[in-house]
């Protein structure tokens, strides 16, 4: 593990690198505060910083505080080494974000033990960390295609509605329906129905490019946000995607299977700013229109009335 | 107050030292040597902070000779820094004057004594 000595004075930070590369550590060594701040929240920082209070520059102290506004993750954990040894400016060290305190001259057996104490503490956070990431990816993403689910990809086309509103780009929304998709279900069961949806989702991510969206919105239904779009090449980027489910049969532990798709496509610069709601309104009618019109196609939404059915 | 250079005489216990080297004896060879290069720096960085009225300089130098000391529980050194580096803080450049002398005579026989200390090394 990384761990950043800051001591102005040569022969204290020596002995700290010293030791602490005995212990197994990989030592990076500083001789003032402004440069220990810098390295502690650069990319890949030492995950624990030993500091002396008095040096040039930043202090330890206001190096503590800095890192803990400036770097609230990955946790840093800090360790003040100090001649200061009064119950105020031990409070002061600590007050300040440094998660533990050692007079000097101090003992290395102690030092070395509250080094693992760090570590410890360290590994805890970074457990937390994954489990808490881990349950953000499910909360946001379906847990069959792992494609975000619905509420993930609403809130990312209001945000996306805003974002190319006030930049006066454009955003196209399409909300694609599996044609048939019950006969798929009911002729060979759901599990070669959630085959047939895994590979579905699969071809969509596939076609759109790495800054687009692709979502479940429903048991079948897909939503797409693709951004800075071309306004006259929305209806060619809805082809291509119905295309790429139709192209090809999707293998199943049953066979390979047709499917096809129909497709409601929208694009923002024709419209006004609308909310979410209305503007996914919109697209389900042109979608219901792709539908009615024989399905397996894709349909421009225009503006016209408002949508009533919210 | 006037302080006798001989109540800081130093009395360096090598066991101790050591201790806190984790028994490296190379790493104490290593760290006086150190010392010995670093203080006369510090001592003259000193006295040309405190003749060019740099209370801060002077204090920042005396806390760095304060903290190398310490490294080997020098206490005699640690204390002559320790009251020079209050001076510098009060900006009592005539204490200061003082304790310089003092500090200068206390480092002059803490480093033969730490010379002495990698050459008992036991064999």
Known sequence: MKVLVADDELISRRKLQALLTTWGYEVVSVEDGNAAFELLKAPNAPRIGLLDWVMPGKNGVDVCRAIRRDRPEPYTYMLLLTAKDAKENIVEGLESGADDYLIKPWDPDELRARLRTGQRILQLEDRLVEARETMRFKATHDHLTFLLNRGAIVDLLERELVRTFREKGCTIVMLSDLDHFKNVNDTYGHLVGDEVLQETARRLLGSVRSYDFVGRYGGEEFLMVLNNCDTSQAMLRAEELRKAVENRPIQTSRGPLSATMSIGVLSSRDWDHRKAAEILCEVDAALYRAKASGRNRSELARPNAPCNAL | ?123
């Open chain 2, 1 to 123: 107050m006037v302080r006798s250079p001989s109540q800081y005489g130093e009395n360096l216990d090598r066991a101790s030292i050591l201790k806190r080297l984790e028994g490296n004896q190379e790493l104490l060879t290593e760290l006086v040597q150190l010392f010995l290069g670093e203080a006369p720096q510090l001592i003259e960085a000193m006295r040309n902070a405190l003749q060019q009225g740099d209370m801060q300089g002077l204090g920042r130098s005396a806390h760095s000779m304060k903290g190398a000391a310490s490294n080997f529980s020098a206490y005699g050194t640690v204390n002559a820094a320790s009251q020079l580096e209050n001076d510098a803080k009060n900006e009592d450049s005539e204490s200061a004057k003082a304790s310089l002398v003092t500090l200068e005579v206390v480092v002059e026989r803490l480093l033969p004594e730490l010379e002495n200390l990698c050459q008992e090394s036991p064999k």
